[in-house]
Nanobody, 121 residues
Framework: QVRPVESGGGSVQAGGSLTLACAGA???????MAWYRQAPGNQREYVAS???????KYTDPVTGRFTISRDDAKNTGYLQMNSLKPEDTANYYC????????????????WGPGTQVTVSS
């Protein structure tokens, strides 16, 4: 099974912006997808998701600062991150092909290497 590949991470100061990209292993434009992140010593946590119809959901700490989107022509997903905070520092992963059940995104067991985001104060 081909896994998604994330890119776009980097090191920024607090208040800065980054845009992450996900080159999907599956057909992104026909599937739901999500972004997760994992900081050292923590479990992987949900960040945002978009369903096949384009409806989006976010975890509360990123609402209003992050935007998940999808470019169907490029078969690529994105996570635009603005007003970054040090607590956003983590390795970010995308997940393609999961499902929304009772408003919650359930991921498929297929993960890429992630892309590191580091925010300094």
């Amino acid at each position: 099974q081909v896994r998604p590949v994330e890119s776009g991470g980097g090191s920024v100061q607090a208040g800065g912006s980054l845009t992450l990209a996900c080159a999907g292993a599956r057909n992104i434009r026909r599937n739901a997808m999500a972004w997760y992140r994992q900081a050292p010593g923590n479990q992987r946590e949900y960040v945002a998701s978009i369903d096949h119809a384009g409806r989006t959901k976010y975890t509360d700490p990123v609402t209003g600062r992050f935007t998940i989107s999808r470019d169907d022509a490029k078969n690529t997903g994105y996570l635009q991150m603005n007003s970054l905070k040090p607590e956003d520092t983590a390795n970010y992963y995308c997940n393609v092909g999961g499902s929304h059940v009772s408003g919650r995104y359930l991921p498929v067991p297929s993960w890429g290497p992630g892309t590191q985001v580091t925010v300094s104060s």
